[in-house]
């Protein structure tokens, strides 16, 4: 177990602010953590648990501690399952998966973060989420120090969302989560511009590498690498709105692109309204809007935590104002 005292959390946060932790914490097995509960329950001091650092917005120093995983391990069962240490790196994952012959995460290809924070965040993309793959989470209730297994129906996973957020906050320490694969491959790709992409490469029946390849260079095109401009990648949720005001909003922007959630409610992207609001390419000090992605704010150099946060807060307000929506960020601000 590390156990650090006055810690720079600059390389655990992929906007590369730097900050430090009063005492950072990092357990690599069940025992450890254990461990760890015990520590944080005998302690005055607030505490944060992190992953991989992608979808954290570090505001300032930390006077408390800043917990992380580092079980490592990934292992294969019968019938598409897979068990994975939750401070694995989860496009790691996602490459295993494939080369063992288990399928279902190739759209999840070249997400951040770590195993541990997929489970949390509900991450998603080009039509598959999290919630359609995590069979269960092992965890150890630091309350108690125990270990358990929660089961996917008890996350009440939703879109970017699940209990771990918000009811189970700082309640439990992820060690290992399982996913649920199938031995056989079933390409999604009707989300986003997937087909029309591998069109282009003449790939009408893509095989789950040629899948894989197809996201990553997708990504790579509109997201900008955080060891090259620090970002956390997409910030903002997608707003899911009631049909009628989709309604209101398409009698006014026919080109609105969409996603119909159910009956009742359609998904507008994010990154479109930001673009409408003029903002894509923009900057606000040191911090900036992609020039490539609405969604995404960069660091445009020595920026701080609270800077990033000013420009958030600017393109919200213009948001509702054009479009009567509020967006909400998907990153932890700190």
């Known amino acids: 177990m590390r156990d650090l005292r006055d810690y720079s959390l600059k390389r655990h946060n992929t906007f590369g602010i ?3 932790c009063r005492r950072f914490l990092e357990f690599s097995d069940e025992g450890e953590a254990v461990e760890v509960a015990r520590i944080l329950r005998e302690s005055s001091l607030p ?19 800043v917990v992380r995983s580092a079980i ?5 069962e019968d019938g598409g399952r897979m068990v994975c240490g939750s401070g694995e790196t989860f496009d790691d994952m996602v490459a ?25 965040q509900n991450i998603g993309a080009y039509g598959v989420e999290a919630k359609d793959l995590v069979e269960c989470v092992w965890a150890v209730e630091i309350a108690t120090g125990e270990p358990c297994v929660i089961d996917n129906d008890a996350c009440e996973y939703a879109y970017r969302q699940s209990r771990f957020k918000h009811d189970w906050k700082n309640r439990y320490l992820i060690t290992r989560v399982a996913y649920a694969l199938s031995p056989t491959f079933t390409p999604r790709l009707d989300y986003g511009n997937v087909r029309a992409e591998l069109q282009k490469q003449g790939i009408t029946s893509p095989t789950a ?14 997201l900008p690498d955080p060891q090259v401009t620090g970002n956390a990648g997409s910030f903002f949720m997608n707003p899911v709105v009631p049909r009628r005001k989709y309604e209101e909003l398409a009698a006014l922007y026919p080109d609105m692109p969409h996603y119909k959630v159910d009956d009742q409610n359609e998904k507008i992207p994010a990154g479109w309204m ?5 903002w894509k390419g923009r900057s606000l000090g040191r911090a900036g809007v992609h020039s490539k992605q609405a969604l995404v704010l960069v660091n445009l150099g020595g920026a701080t ?4 946060v000013a420009l958030c807060e600017a393109i919200r307000k213009d948001v509702h104002d054009k479009f009567g929506i ?3 960020p998907e990153v932890n601000i700190v």
Do not use: W
């Open 274 to 278: 930001i673009d409408q609001c003029g």
């Open 326 to 328: 509020d967006i909400h």
């Open 96 to 120: 295993a998966s494939i080369e063992a012959g288990y399928y279902g995460m190739e759209n999840l290809s070249l997400i951040p973060g770590d195993v541990g924070a997929s489970a949390v």
């Open 72 to 76: 490592r391990g990934c292992r294969f």
């Open 305 to 308: 935590g609270r800077e990033i």
């Open 47 to 65: 505490f944060i648990i992190i992953g991989g650092g992608s979808n954290l917005l570090l505001t300032g120093d930390y006077d408390g501690i």
């Open 18 to 20: 730097e900050a430090r």
């Open 209 to 222: 590498r040629q899948l894989r390849q197809t996201i990553i260079d997708i990504r790579n095109a509109k």
